[in-house]
């Protein structure tokens, strides 16, 4: 396992949020398991934040700039995308005419 070397500034204060995870997530975590989930996350996070100010055009453009450098992973995983969300339409397509016909949606 790699190591990483922190300020004691910045430890204290991951020893300080590790109840707020916990509390937010409901359980308890040792500190190792506690760190590597902040740092899973944190990439994220970031990306979520520079991304989604961008235009679709951008990001469109970035995704077709990465299928050029990287095409069978990138296309693979839009080909499932694309059937999981066509699926997902499907699934509320139906649910949408049984309930215009009088079925009542069970999850509600």
């Known amino acids: 396992m790699a190591t990483v070397e922190i300020s004691d500034k910045v430890y204290d204060q991951l020893v300080a949020f590790k109840p707020v995870v916990e509390s937010i997530l409901e359980v308890s975590l040792d500190f190792d398991k506690y760190v590597e989930i902040l740092l899973r996350l944190a990439p994220d996070f970031v990306l979520s934040d520079v991304l989604g100010h961008a235009d679709p055009p ?51």
Do not use: C, W
Not at 61 to 85: C, D, M, W
């Open 58 to 108: 951008s990001l469109i453009q970035t995704i077709e700039e990465l299928a050029h450098r990287n095409p069978k992973p990138v296309y693979s995983f839009l080909a499932e995308e694309l059937l999981a969300g066509r699926q997902m339409v499907e699934a509320q397509k139906r649910a949408d005419v049984k309930k215009r016909l009088g079925f009542k949606d069970m999850t509600e």
